[in-house]
């Protein structure tokens, strides 16, 4: 996309013209436009209004239309009646007037703009497989996962920073004391002030984990809420509205995120649920897989094909797999 370029002499005459209320409405568009571009366009608009808001009512402008004013009444006769110093605090109490309408609009402008960015949101959506590293306005670190979607503000508002998401992701939040950071999923939320966590809440899994490595969490649902500590990891069923807490090793949520898949005594089931997301296919398992409550670790490298997955998994527990298309049956043997 090409740059714009404007005139900066021109632009502060523009803005000079729109705090005065004499501004055109091609000209207005057209300092929008400049407003708008970028956040040093932003910033100078900004200080253009503080300067208008710091000029006195009475300099040498003033003046120099007082007089031209004066000889107009001395032309017309008024010279006798005339009085100076009253005309004078008239026109100066004019020209204050006029100061507060240009404060008045500069602010409308300004305080449009703002809301206008405040409101703008992002979409970053990862594919199947697919990882992407997010840096929010605060400086938060988020780090999604594959098939997921995390939406955010271009400006977070003055007292929360929030963003949505749907799938799985790593963040690493800044701190900030004054401002508590949350993340939305579905009718839960996940509230921190400054801390290291995962969320996983993919749209077809009926459970929501969101797994502490340090600082302090809370998890609201919609029956109150939940606080967590570092090393815990929380469950939430969508459907039955129930919370459990757990210890874990840590260092099985960070597997995606350093290269490496790792799941460390999980069920066949709770398996195939991850790599049904991670890998976008739907696994189905029969009965007697599903009842199965053997305990199973895996360790690979992330560039490792579901297939290889499959294959590793058959050396714990012989599955017989059946593939069609996106789909994966497995079945015991």
Not at 215 to 239: K, N
Request: with cysteine.
């Amino acid at each position: 996309m090409e740059e714009m370029k404007f005139d900066q002499e021109e632009m502060r005459r523009l803005a000079g013209r729109y705090f005065a209320g004499e501004i055109a409405a091609e000209e207005e568009r057209e300092l929008f436009r400049f407003v708008t571009s970028d956040a040093a366009c932003r910033r100078q608009f900004a200080a253009w209004r503080l300067e208008w808001e710091a000029m006195p009512a009475s300099d040498a402008a003033t003046d120099r239309d007082w007089r031209r004013l004066r000889s107009r009444i001395r032309l017309q006769g008024s010279a006798r009646s005339a009085r100076p110093g009253r005309f004078a605090a008239v026109w100066r109490a004019a020209a204050a007037v006029a100061v507060v309408c240009a404060t008045f609009f500069g602010a409308r402008l300004y305080d449009r703009l703002l809301l206008e960015r405040a409101t703008e949101r992002y979409t970053v959506t990862t594919k199947s497989g697919d990882r992407s590293t997010v840096c929010l306005p605060d400086g938060t670190q988020v780090r999604l996962n594959g098939s997921s979607t995390l939406t955010y503000p271009a400006n977070f508002n003055a007292t929360n920073r929030s963003v949505e998401l749907s799938g799985a992701a790593y963040f690493d939040v800044s701190p900030d004391e004054k401002h508590r950071f949350e993340v939305k999923v579905g009718n839960c939320s996940v509230v921190v002030k400054g801390t290291k966590f995962d969320v996983t809440a993919y749209p077809d899994d009926s459970l929501i984990t969101t797994t502490l490595l340090e600082g302090a969490v809370g998890f609201t649902a919609p029956r109150g809420e939940t606080l967590l500590r570092p090393g815990e990891s929380l469950t939430y069923d969508r459907f039955a509205e129930t919370t459990a807490i757990t210890h874990v090793n840590t260092a099985q949520y960070l597997a995606w995120i350093e290269g490496r898949i790792e799941f460390i005594d999980v069920t066949i089931v709770q398996l195939c649920e991850s790599l049904s997301s991670l890998y976008g296919v739907e696994i189905t398992l029969d009965d007697r897989l599903r009842a199965d409550g053997t305990f199973i670790t895996i360790r690979l490298s992330n560039q490792e094909s579901l297939d290889s997955v499959l294959k590793a998994l058959d050396l714990i527990v012989p599955v017989s797999v059946h593939r069609q298309g996106p789909s994966v049956r497995l079945s015991a043997k």
